[in-house]
């Protein structure tokens, strides 16, 4: 079990890295449509979604059935206004909150791993499945960065 736990961090450790090999290239791409965010607004988004996650990791490790809310994530981006945020310090941003994560997973006993809240959407998740969702939506939105670039070049 703890070396599950263990490819989970590391799988989340390697997230800002990513991030930092693509921003030079990512600093001209533009979205297909206004509708359409560019490589800037995802990882604005990726910062707010870190602390979401990590706020529900929190919540599952101090309540008892803690009710996990839905985020907003258009919301969010009208309210930090991810169009005019600068991408360099936004991977900053995002490697600070995602370091925040990590250390707080390091330091979690095997058993905190399976405390469980209720996701308004999911049902029961454990601390593991909210860690294994936060890596399926770095993925999805790397892929979408890599979407964003393909059709810049």
Excluded: C
């Excluded at 390091?106 to 890596?135: C, M, P, Q």
Aim: no cysteine; hydrophobic share 40%.
């Amino acid at each position: 079990m703890l070396d599950t736990y263990h490819e989970l961090i590391d799988e989340l450790s390697g997230m800002p890295g990513r991030l930092r090999a693509i921003s030079s290239e990512a600093a001209n791409a533009t979205p297909r449509s206004n509708e359409d965010w560019g490589v800037p607004e995802i990882i604005a988004h990726l910062v707010d979604i870190e602390r979401v996650y990590r706020g529900r990791i929190n919540e599952v490790l101090s309540q008892d059935s803690a009710y996990l809310k839905a985020a907003d994530p258009n919301a969010l981006a009208r309210a930090h206004d991810y169009a005019s945020r600068d991408m360099a310090a936004s991977i900053e941003e995002f490697s600070q909150e995602r370091g925040e994560t990590l250390s707080l997973l390091f330091n979690l006993a095997l058993k905190d791993w399976e405390k469980t809240g209720i996701h308004y959407k999911h049902g029961e998740v454990s601390v593991e499945d909210l860690v294994e969702r936060l890596i399926e939506h770095d993925t999805g939105h790397m892929e979408q960065i890599q979407q964003v670039l393909a059709r810049s070049a």
